[in-house]
T-cell receptor, first 114, second 115 residues
Framework: GAVVSQHPSRVICKSGTSVKIECRSL??????MFWYRQFPKQSLMLMAT?????????EQGVEKDKFLINHASLTLSTLTVTSAHPEDSSFYIC??????????FGSGTRLTVV | AQKITQTQPGMFVQEKEAVTLDCTYD???????LFWYKQPSSGEMIFLIY??????QNATEGRYSLNFQKARKSANLVISASQLGDSAMYFC????????????FGKGITLSVRP
């Protein structure tokens, strides 16, 4: 089945630095990738939708300059958290549409900003 | 706009018993899909079951079945013969039919299976 590989699974960074999270579709072409953020015991909140070769569409309230999304190829989408602060600490997870109405998720990244 | 409502507080079930997790939804889309996902403490999202809005039969996948009542806009998940490994958070989600549509999630329900 369709698999999305997400890295890193955990990252700790210092406040003010940037962190890049990668999601790769391993055996299919992901024209659309969705990026979610999840706080403990809460739901997945959609941050943005990225389409290969075009600018990402951000949800209301999500800072596009802080959460940079790049989808330069059909198999790779990245989320960069710029100038991270402790309030950016969260679980970030990507999801790709498999084209048949289904979705496959990465394994998630736990970001801790200290 | 789409909305998924999961209002149950944390659920508890005895091992080997069945449990129903509730989900209601609201949408203006004429065609849509309903999904259930399991999220263990590791964080991965595990797809459980899918129901299309025009499917005549309720979906079943092993121990999982979806009680779809379109007129009531409900899509409850039934887990039969609960196992300890079923302890996790469960999310109901929906999307309009069509490639690359957004998936909207409910707030989730925590299920704990007691030995």
């Amino acid at each position: 089945g369709a698999v999305v590989s997400q890295h890193p699974s955990r990252v700790i960074c210092k406040s003010g630095t940037s962190v890049k999270i990668e999601c790769r579709s391993l055996d299919f072409q992901a024209t659309t990738m969705f990026w979610y953020r999840q706080f403990p015991k809460q739901s997945l909140m959609l941050m943005a939708t990225s389409n290969e070769g075009s600018k990402a569409t951000y949800e209301q309230g999500v800072e596009k300059d802080k959460f940079l999304i790049n989808h330069a190829s059909l198999t790779l989408s990245t989320l960069t958290v710029t100038s991270a602060h402790p309030e950016d600490s969260s679980f970030y997870i990507c999801s790709a549409s498999t084209g048949d109405g289904g979705y496959t998720f990465g394994s998630g990244t736990r970001l801790t900003v200290v | 706009a789409q909305k998924i409502t999961q209002t149950q507080p944390g659920m508890f079930v005895q091992e080997k018993e069945a449990v129903t997790l509730d989900c209601t939804y609201d949408t203006s889309d004429p065609s849509y899909g309903l999904f259930w996902y399991k999220q263990p403490s590791s964080g991965e999202m595990i797809f459980l079951i899918y129901q299309g809005s025009y499917d005549q039969q309720n979906a079943t996948e092993g121990r999982y079945s979806l009680n779809f009542q379109k007129a009531r806009k409900s899509a409850n998940l039934v887990i039969s013969a609960s196992q300890l490994g079923d302890s996790a958070m469960y999310f109901c989600a929906m999307s309009p039919t069509g490639a690359n549509s957004k998936l909207t999630f409910g707030k989730g329900i925590t299920l704990s299976v007691r030995p």
